[in-house]
């Protein structure tokens, strides 16, 4: 059985940078998908969902995508219209070629004022005796059906013959229930795993769900796509058988490596915007870097050895791009000239004394003495006066 999963939805959402939560139109088709899952709650802003070309048998967990406007089951298993009653946009809706029995389940649109255009062409209900007046009566909100357009007298002519239609049309639905309950039971076993696959594609086969899934599974099978066994992942190889980094890039993410930088290289890398931080891993060695978003590696080999301890990573809150600045180790930085400081001498605590005046302890200083005492201090034959010059 084939799961709609994250990994697969963004796979298909690569022309959104695989960011799902803001998609508004995803490709599922061709999936061998047998149940619609998890887009309910990842992609609520869907406006285009293409399914068509699965084995999918029921309509079902889209109740929460209130932009949907158009939706293409064409080429499932579907058996009746059901479960869309909530998805209040919707304008086109594809069943093209399913096994819709129930034609009466059109009646669960009625609710959908917006849908316009509804295809059912291939279905089993087509071949009921009044099936288009019918559809047209029950839905008058359609401009289209199966293509064709709904004229001003084919509305007029479903209103009128209403009653006689639908008594028809309940005749004709109860012996595709009957017809169908005995397909049933003619099938059962009709698949067994003791059948070899030679013998299953040499008999013939009833048109009908179950001959679709069992053509599907064998199909996988036969290409090498075993459900039961997980497939391995593709080894990816790091280093050459000499020991040598690669530089790799398996997310093929967008970056830039800047080295014109003489002090360090600049590594910008163009990480998903709205990827949790969480999910990188980032290993640093002296001649390579490599990062693991949600396991998948990136890895670039630098021309010359990097400080790995005095590396640093950002991440851009606004891009969420990832920006690793890594100095190189190499790096000498030009000789700059040495500006002597200028210091203070210290001064021990005696010649800080002697820094200060003296003053006497008495409160009334005695100038009659200065002369006397600055003599003693400075001897007269050390002054040199100059001569007085008398004119």
């Given at each position: 059985m084939v799961k709609i999963t994250e990994e697969l939805v963004r796979k298909r959402a690569e022309h959104n940078e695989g960011i799902i939560g803001t998609l508004e139109e995803l490709s599922l088709h061709q999936e061998d998908v047998e149940r619609i899952e998890n887009?309910?709650?990842?992609?609520?802003?869907?406006?285009?969902?293409?399914?068509?070309?699965?084995?999918?048998?029921?309509?079902?967990?889209?109740?929460?995508?209130k932009k949907l406007e158009y939706l293409n089951l064409a080429i499932n298993n579907i058996e009746k219209i059901e479960n869309l009653e909530?998805?209040?946009?919707?304008?086109?809706?594809?069943?093209?070629?399913?096994?819709?029995?129930?034609?009466?389940?059109?009646?669960?649109l009625q609710g959908s004022i917006h849908l316009k255009h509804l295809y059912l062409t291939g279905n089993p209900c087509c071949d009921y005796k009044g099936y288009r007046q019918y559809v047209i009566a029950k839905l008058p909100q359609l401009i289209t059906l199966d293509g064709t357009e709904i004229t001003k007298s084919e509305r007029i002519k479903a209103k009128q013959n209403i009653a006689s239609?639908?008594?028809?049309?309940?005749k004709e639905q109860d012996r595709y229930f009957l017809f169908r309950s005995e397909q049933k039971k003619r099938i059962?076993?009709?698949?067994?795993?003791?059948?070899?696959?030679?013998?299953?594609?040499?008999?013939?086969?009833?048109n009908c769900p179950e001959t679709r899934v069992e053509i599907s599974r064998r199909s996988r099978k036969s290409k090498g796509f075993d459900k039961d066994k997980k497939t391995e992942k593709k080894q990816v190889?790091?280093?050459?058988?000499?020991?040598?980094?690669?530089?790799?890039?398996?997310?093929?993410?967008?970056?830039?490596?800047?080295?014109?930088?003489?002090?360090?290289?600049?590594?910008?890398?163009?990480?998903?915007?709205?990827?949790?931080?969480?999910?990188?891993?980032?290993?640093?060695?002296?001649i390579y870097a490599r990062i693991l978003i949600k396991?998948?590696?990136?890895?670039?080999v630098f021309s010359e050895e990097i400080l790995t301890d005095k590396s640093t990573a950002k991440r851009s809150q606004i891009t969420g791009h990832l920006?690793?600045?890594l100095p190189r180790a190499n790096y000498k930085p030009l000789n700059q000239k040495k500006v002597k400081k200028i210091s203070r001498p210290i001064c021990d605590d005696k010649e800080r004394k002697e820094q200060f005046l003296e003053v006497q302890e008495h409160n009334e200083m005695d100038f009659s003495k200065i002369v006397e005492n600055y003599n003693k201090k400075c001897p007269r034959e050390h002054l040199e006066v100059p001569p007085l010059e008398y004119g």
């Open positions: 887009i309910n709650n990842w992609c609520k802003n869907i406006q285009i969902l293409y399914l068509q070309a699965n084995l999918i048998p029921k309509i079902e967990n889209l109740n929460k995508l909530r998805c209040e946009f919707l304008e086109k809706l594809d069943l093209t070629l399913n096994f819709i029995g129930d034609l009466e389940s059109v009646c669960s239609i639908e008594e028809n049309i309940k059962e076993g009709r698949f067994d795993s003791t059948i070899d696959d030679e013998e299953f594609w040499k008999s013939t086969s009833e190889h790091l280093f050459t058988k000499e020991g040598r980094p690669l530089n790799i890039n398996q997310a093929k993410l967008d970056f830039k490596f800047n080295d014109e930088d003489p002090e360090k290289f600049v590594l910008d890398l163009a990480v998903y915007k709205y990827l949790d931080t969480n999910l990188i891993e980032i290993d640093l060695q002296p396991g998948k590696v990136f890895q670039i920006v690793l600045e």
